[in-house]
Each structure stands twice: as structure tokens, then as C-alpha cells.
């Protein structure tokens, strides 16, 4: 049991204001390549019934957001909304156009019959972002500025999100697969032949036959060895729900889901650039390991929710 | 949310970080796909058989769909199986008659020409004057693999600029 408790015990997440900063600035940057490049790039005609409307588009009529003009008005909308979000200011307010945008055209974009899942992981941030922001506003806290602790909760439940996201995933191939998902790995090998020719059949290249031979055949005469290989990417996913317990679990399980990625990129020619990228964001945070050391020997004051830390605990954890 | 949830020290079990983040993992799997919610569930049922879309030119050479349509192949065969599942019933074309198919891929191919890039397909050595759609399918049995490729429909088209 205590062996149990130790594993599980979550220690203190904070982060300075130079790391909410950066965390602040990619973000916004991954919200225009997604929202703004991605979504709005394949848009149906704004004319046009919706195949299957789903999500948001079922709820309320979004059409509207395909419309030349609106997109011509929402696009500086979004990026000077980003741009007051990124420097902290208002975000209750200036993230609004950015969350309509977001979640209004991915839902347009999984509408056409067909559904992407690209962008949700970036439209799930978003909204637990603005979500918390809201709820600080309305608990009386200064919303033109929001303070450290409210700051720090913004990004903790960025973390969740994703950490939630990979869990769910986990589950889900534990469900639909009556928990047989590790006993079925060897089927992938006809999933890795699908998605390599799939590739090629979108982009007109020419497959590589070590991706379209050589791997869908490794996989049927390893079958062990091909189950250690992707249990592991589902183990990491099971993980994901651990990343919430302290910084470093949040960075070593990022590391590994971040390999994980590049391992079914390489493999299977599925890029899932966006996971990749909010990982790194938020749970890996390069930047904290050149910060952090420096700010062991300067701590920053204590947050009012904060316990009190033995100093050097914080860089301890790292 | 509460402050509890990530710094303050935990008193009770709901109050560990893990609870939230197992709740919204479960709110997840529940909601299942309805943007912008998802529980990512893909390669969650593996099948020892998959099926992939192509559609190629009159010399049954295969188009970069990406490049001309502005979705890839994968999007693609979900948008044939929906029309497929409006037309009757199910998505899966060997239930269906081969008239059925041919009724549900045209439709399929009348929208997917419709919503070309037009300065793409000018762009191509030669534009395409008959849309082939094709369903290649492969399978696994044991050791060996199976591969096939159906013919659903053809569709003729005028080249650049033209209405099929």
C-alpha cells in the first residue's frame, strides 16, 4: 500500500513567468497553424448542406464561419486576439476569437463525412484554457491580468487534457478490442500496409518498399517481438493519465509519447503533428531545463496556494 | 476546478490530481467523437483486412488525391462510405448491388470533381478525362496476405474546366 501511496503521490507544479511566457507564445503559434493553416484550408463551400454534421456543427450553425469575408475579417481577429494572449492580457476576452474560430472550423472540417483528428487535442487545450481563465474571472480575480496561481492552473490543465486525451485512446483500444489489443498487434502489419499505400495514394509518391514490404512482413514473422514494439506505445498512452503527478512525470512520459510519435511516423507515414508539439509544449517545457537550474538558487515567492517548499525542492525535482 | 486539484497538498482521494484527469478521460471515451471532443480512437479495433481508395485516370493511373482534392485518401474513403451508408444503409460496398455501387461512386466522384483545385488539375501532364474510383483491399490470414482491387464506378469528366 505504501508503496502504491509513494507512486501516486503528486508533487507541486509551477512554472515561472518565463515559461508560461514561451508555453503562451507556441501555443498561440499552434493555434494559427491549426485553426487558421489547417481547418481553414479545407473548409466545405459555406453553400453547401453539411454530409454529417458533427459536434459543435450538430448544436449550432457554423456555415457562416466559411465564408470568404468572415475569414478574411477572423484571420487578424484571432492573431491580434493571440497576440494580447500571448503578453497576458485579457484572455477571457482575447481568447474568445481564437476558441469561436478553433472550434468552430474543426467542427465545419469534421462535418464533410469523413473525420480528422488532428486538431482536437489543440481545440480541448483551448477551451480547458479559457475555461479556467472564466472560472478565475468569476471567482474575482483580476482578469486584465490574471495572477501566478491562476496562471499556473491554466497550464496544469493543459497538462491534464493531454494526459486525459492519451488515456482515453488507451482505453479505447482496451474496449473496442476486449482487452485482446496486445494479442491483435500482429494484424497491424495489413494497418501499416493500408497506411503507407494510403500515403502514397494521397501525395502520388511513389512507396517505400521497406515501409510497404519489409515492416508489414517483420511484423508477421516477429509477432513478439511487433507486440513489444506498439505495447509499449499503448502502455505510454495508459501513462498519459500519470502526467498530472508532478514535472517530472510529465516530462519523462512526454519524452516518451513524443518517441512514440516518431516512431509510427517513421513506420507508418501517420504524422500526429500537433500531439507531437502541445507534448512538448506543456509537458516536456524544454525551456525549464535551462531555466529551472538558475531559478533553484532564486525561487520564486511563494504562491498564496502554494505549500511552503524546502529549498531546492523544486529543482530537486527535475 | 479547484486549487487543490494541482499544488495544495492532497486530504481527500477526489481531491488527487489523478481523479480529474481520469473523470475527463472518461467524459472522453463516453462523448466519443463530437468535435471538439475526442477520445482518439484510432488503430483502437484492429482488423485483419483494410480496405484503401484510389482513383485513378483513364490509364488507371493513380491521382495525387492530396494535391487535387484537398483531402487525402483516407478522408476520402470515409466521405464514399457515407455516401455508400446515404444511399443504402451500410457502408460496406459488398453488401450492396454492383448498380449500387456504381450509383454511390459516381456521386461520390460528381462531388469530389466538383470541388477540385482547378489550377492543380491544369497543372497535371495531362488532365483526366474519366475518374476511375477503386477499392483496394488487403488482408491477412495467418502468414499470408491477400491483396485485390475492386472497381466501383467510372465517371467521365471533360478535363480542366469542364462538368462532368
Same mark, same amino acid.
Given at each position: 500500500?505504501?508503496?502504491?501511496?509513494?507512486?501516486?503521490?503528486a508533487?507541486?507544479?509551477?512554472?515561472?513567468?518565463a515559461?508560461?511566457?514561451?508555453?503562451?507564445?507556441?501555443f498561440?503559434?499552434?493555434?494559427?497553424?491549426?485553426?487558421?493553416?489547417?481547418?481553414?484550408?479545407?473548409?466545405?463551400?459555406?453553400?453547401?448542406?453539411?454530409?454529417?454534421?458533427?459536434?459543435?456543427?450538430?448544436?449550432?450553425?457554423?456555415?457562416?464561419?466559411?465564408?470568404?469575408?468572415?475569414?478574411?475579417?477572423?484571420?487578424?481577429?484571432?492573431?491580434?486576439?493571440?497576440?494580447?494572449?500571448?503578453?497576458?492580457?485579457?484572455?477571457?476576452?482575447?481568447?474568445?476569437?481564437?476558441?469561436?474560430?478553433?472550434?468552430?472550423?474543426?467542427?465545419?472540417?469534421?462535418?464533410?463525412?469523413?473525420?480528422?483528428?488532428?486538431?482536437?487535442?489543440?481545440?480541448?487545450?483551448?477551451?480547458?484554457?479559457?475555461?479556467?481563465? /472564466?472560472?478565475?474571472?468569476?471567482?474575482?480575480q483580476?482578469?486584465?491580468?490574471?495572477?501566478?496561481?491562476?496562471?499556473?492552473?491554466?497550464?496544469?490543465?493543459?497538462?491534464?487534457?493531454?494526459?486525459?486525451?492519451?488515456?482515453? $485512446?488507451?482505453?479505447?483500444?482496451?474496449?473496442?478490442?476486449?482487452?485482446?489489443?496486445?494479442?491483435?498487434v500482429?494484424?497491424?502489419?495489413?494497418? /501499416?500496409?493500408?497506411?503507407?499505400? $494510403?500515403?502514397?495514394?494521397?501525395?502520388?509518391?511513389?512507396? $517505400?518498399?521497406?515501409?510497404?514490404?519489409?515492416?508489414?512482413?517483420?511484423?508477421?514473422?516477429?509477432?513478439?517481438?511487433?507486440?513489444?514494439?506498439?505495447?509499449?506505445g499503448?502502455?505510454?498512452?495508459?501513462?498519459?493519465?500519470?502526467?498530472?503527478? $508532478?514535472?517530472?512525470?510529465?516530462?519523462?512520459?512526454?519524452?516518451?509519447?513524443i518517441?512514440?510519435?516518431?516512431?509510427?511516423?517513421?513506420?507508418?507515414?501517420?504524422?500526429? /503533428?500537433n500531439?507531437?508539439?502541445?507534448?512538448?509544449?506543456?509537458?516536456?517545457n /524544454?525551456?525549464s531545463?535551462?531555466?529551472?537550474?538558475?531559478?533553484?538558487?532564486?525561487?520564486?515567492?511563494?504562491?498564496p496556494?502554494?505549500?511552503?517548499?524546502?529549498p531546492?525542492?523544486?529543482?530537486?525535482?527535475? | 476546478? @479547484?486549487? @487543490? !486539484?494541482?499544488?495544495?497538498?492532497?486530504?481527500?482521494?477526489?481531491?488527487h490530481?489523478?481523479?480529474?484527469?481520469?473523470? +475527463?478521460?472518461?467524459?472522453?471515451?463516453?462523448?466519443?467523437?463530437?468535435? *471538439?471532443?475526442? *477520445?482518439?480512437?484510432?488503430? @483502437?479495433?484492429?482488423?485483419?483486412?483494410?480496405?484503401?481508395?484510389? +482513383?485513378?485516370? #483513364?490509364?488507371? !493511373?493513380?491521382?495525387?488525391?492530396?494535391r487535387?482534392?484537398?483531402?487525402?485518401?483516407?478522408?476520402?474513403?470515409?466521405?464514399? #462510405?457515407? !455516401?455508400?451508408?446515404?444511399?443504402?444503409?451500410?457502408? #460496406?460496398y459488398?453488401?450492396?448491388?454492383?448498380?449500387?455501387?456504381?450509383?454511390?461512386?459516381?456521386?461520390?466522384?460528381?462531388?469530389?470533381?466538383?470541388?477540385?483545385?482547378?489550377?492543380?488539375?491544369?497543372?497535371? *501532364?495531362a488532365?483526366?478525362? +474519366?475518374?476511375?474510383l477503386k477499392?483496394?483491399?488487403m488482408?491477412?490470414?495467418?502468414? !499470408?496476405?491477400?491483396?485485390?482491387?475492386?472497381?466501383?464506378?467510372?465517371?467521365?469528366?471533360?478535363? #480542366?474546366?469542364g462538368?462532368?
Amino acid at each position: 500500500m505504501k508503496v502504491l501511496k509513494s507512486l501516486v503521490q503528486a508533487r507541486p507544479m509551477s512554472w515561472s513567468p518565463a515559461e508560461r511566457l514561451l508555453m503562451r507564445l507556441a501555443f498561440a503559434a499552434v493555434i494559427l497553424f491549426s485553426g487558421i493553416l489547417w481547418n481553414a484550408a479545407k473548409l466545405p463551400d459555406p453553400g453547401v448542406d453539411l454530409k454529417d454534421p458533427n459536434g459543435l456543427a450538430k448544436v449550432l450553425p457554423l456555415q457562416w464561419l466559411a465564408d470568404p469575408g468572415v475569414l478574411m475579417v477572423g484571420k487578424p481577429l484571432v492573431a491580434a486576439g493571440l497576440l494580447a494572449y500571448v503578453v497576458g492580457f485579457a484572455p477571457v476576452l482575447t481568447l474568445w476569437p481564437a476558441l469561436v474560430y478553433m472550434l468552430g472550423t474543426g467542427a465545419l472540417r469534421n462535418s464533410m463525412g469523413d473525420i480528422s483528428h488532428h486538431t482536437q487535442i489543440v481545440a480541448m487545450v483551448l477551451l480547458a484554457q479559457w475555461l479556467v481563465y /472564466v472560472v478565475g474571472a468569476a471567482r474575482r480575480q483580476p482578469w486584465t491580468k490574471p495572477p501566478p496561481a491562476l496562471q499556473d492552473q491554466v497550464i496544469f490543465w493543459s497538462v491534464l487534457m493531454i494526459g486525459a486525451s492519451y488515456f482515453a $485512446s488507451g482505453i479505447v483500444k482496451l474496449k473496442a478490442s476486449d482487452l485482446e489489443w496486445i494479442q491483435r498487434v500482429p494484424a497491424l502489419s495489413v494497418q /501499416v500496409f493500408k497506411a503507407v499505400w $494510403s500515403a502514397s495514394y494521397s501525395s502520388g509518391e511513389p512507396v $517505400s518498399g521497406f515501409k510497404a514490404e519489409t515492416v508489414p512482413w517483420l511484423i508477421v514473422q516477429h509477432p513478439h517481438l511487433a507486440r513489444l514494439f506498439f505495447g509499449t506505445g499503448l502502455l505510454l498512452e495508459l501513462l498519459g493519465l500519470f502526467m498530472v503527478l $508532478s514535472h517530472r512525470h510529465a516530462r519523462w512520459i512526454g519524452i516518451g509519447l513524443i518517441a512514440m510519435h516518431l516512431g509510427i511516423s517513421v513506420v507508418m507515414e501517420i504524422d500526429f /503533428v500537433n500531439h507531437m508539439l502541445l507534448v512538448l509544449i506543456f509537458a516536456v517545457n /524544454v525551456p525549464s531545463w535551462f531555466l529551472r537550474p538558475k531559478l533553484s538558487g532564486t525561487p520564486e515567492p511563494a504562491m498564496p496556494h502554494e505549500p511552503e517548499r524546502e529549498p531546492g525542492r523544486a529543482a530537486a525535482e527535475h | 476546478m @479547484s486549487d @487543490s !486539484e494541482s499544488n495544495a497538498p492532497q486530504r481527500r482521494w477526489w481531491q488527487h490530481p489523478l481523479v480529474p484527469c481520469a473523470a +475527463v478521460a472518461v467524459l472522453l471515451v463516453a462523448v466519443g467523437d463530437a468535435y *471538439p471532443l475526442s *477520445p482518439f480512437p484510432m488503430y @483502437s479495433n484492429i482488423d485483419t483486412s483494410a480496405n484503401m481508395l484510389l +482513383v485513378t485516370n #483513364e490509364k488507371d !493511373e493513380a491521382l495525387p488525391l492530396s494535391r487535387l482534392f484537398n483531402s487525402g485518401s483516407a478522408q476520402l474513403k470515409k466521405r464514399f #462510405e457515407k !455516401e455508400l451508408q446515404d444511399q443504402t444503409g451500410t457502408r #460496406e460496398y459488398q453488401d450492396v448491388k454492383p448498380e449500387q455501387q456504381v450509383a454511390a461512386g459516381q456521386a461520390f466522384l460528381r462531388d469530389l470533381w466538383a470541388g477540385r483545385d482547378k489550377g492543380d488539375v491544369a497543372k497535371l *501532364p495531362a488532365p483526366p478525362q +474519366v475518374l476511375r474510383l477503386k477499392i483496394r483491399t488487403m488482408t491477412m490470414n495467418g502468414t !499470408e496476405f491477400g491483396d485485390t482491387i475492386h472497381p466501383i464506378a467510372d465517371l467521365a469528366v471533360t478535363g #480542366e474546366g469542364g462538368e462532368p
